[in-house]
C-alpha cells in the first residue's frame, strides 16, 4: 500500500509562486507515473500535469502550460514536485497527488481513473 502526502499549499498573491510536494510512504516511486489534480468547490477534480517516472515524459493541461512544471527529486525517489508560477485566482483550489504504480498510456494521463492511490490534497488559495 503506498501512501502519498501533499504538502507546499498556502496563500499566495496573484503572480506568485508555490511549489507543491508529494512524498510517498514506505517506498519510492521507481517507474511509476505521477500526477497532480485539483478541485475547486463547485467543480469537478480536473488534470493539472503528470510524469512518467519510467522514461520522464510529462503531460501538462492547457492551463498549466508555460507556468507549471512537474518533476521529481533526483536524489529522493519518493518525492514529485509540481512548482507553480505566475499563479492566478482561478488556480485557487485542493490539489491532489495520485500515483499509478507503472506507466500509463500518454494520452490517459489525465484520466482520474488510471491511478491507483490518492493522497488527501492541500489547498491552494490566490489572491487577487
Known amino acids: 500500500q503506498v501512501q502519498l502526502v501533499e504538502s507546499g499549499g498556502g496563500l499566495v498573491q496573484a503572480g506568485g509562486s508555490l511549489r507543491l510536494s508529494c512524498a510517498a510512504s514506505?517506498?519510492?516511486?521507481?517507474?511509476?507515473?505521477v500526477a497532480w489534480f485539483r478541485q475547486a468547490p463547485g467543480k469537478e477534480r480536473e488534470f493539472v500535469a503528470a510524469i512518467r517516472l519510467a522514461d520522464r515524459n510529462t503531460r501538462y493541461a492547457d492551463s498549466a502550460k508555460g507556468r507549471f512544471t512537474i518533476s521529481r527529486d533526483s536524489a529522493k525517489n519518493a518525492v514529485v514536485y509540481l512548482q507553480m508560477n505566475s499563479l492566478r485566482p482561478e488556480d485557487t483550489a485542493s490539489y491532489y497527488c495520485?500515483?499509478?504504480?507503472?506507466?500509463?498510456?500518454?494520452?490517459?494521463?489525465?484520466?482520474?481513473?488510471?491511478?491507483?492511490?490518492w493522497g488527501q490534497g492541500t489547498q491552494v488559495t490566490v489572491s487577487s
Open positions: 514506505g517506498r519510492t516511486f521507481d517507474r511509476y507515473s
Open positions: 495520485a500515483a499509478h504504480p507503472g506507466g500509463v498510456i500518454y494520452g490517459l494521463l489525465g484520466v482520474p481513473g488510471q491511478y491507483d492511490y
